[in-house]
C-alpha cells in the first residue's frame, strides 16, 4: 500500500531493534502494514494516520519506530 505524503509526517523504523512483534499494527492498523515476516512497512503517512502512528511509537515494547515530522517553516 503506498501513503502519499500530505504533511510531511514520516513514519520510520530502526531495524536492528525491531522484532517484528507486530504490536504496532495491531495498534495502528490504518497507518503500519506488515510484511510478510511481521515487520512494519514503514513511510510518509496521511495526515488522519500520524495520531495512531504516534500511539504505535509509544506501544512499541522494543523503541524501535518514530515519526518523523519536518520542521516549522
Not at 530502526?14 to 495491531?26: I, N, Q, S
Not at 494516520?49 to 515519526?67: F, N
Request: proline share 10%; hydrophobic share 40%.
Amino acid at each position: 500500500m503506498t501513503r502519499r505524503q500530505v504533511q510531511g509526517a514520516v513514519l520510520r523504523v530502526d531495524p536492528l531493534l525491531c522484532e517484528g512483534v507486530g504490536l504496532c499494527a495491531r495498534i495502528a492498523a490504518d497507518a503500519i502494514d506488515l510484511d510478510r515476516w511481521g515487520y512494519p512497512i514503514v513511510g510518509p503517512l496521511e495526515p488522519r494516520d500520524v495520531a495512531q502512528a504516534r500511539r504505535a511509537v509509544k506501544g512499541c515494547p522494543r523503541r524501535a519506530l518514530w515519526v518523523e515530522e519536518p520542521a516549522p517553516r
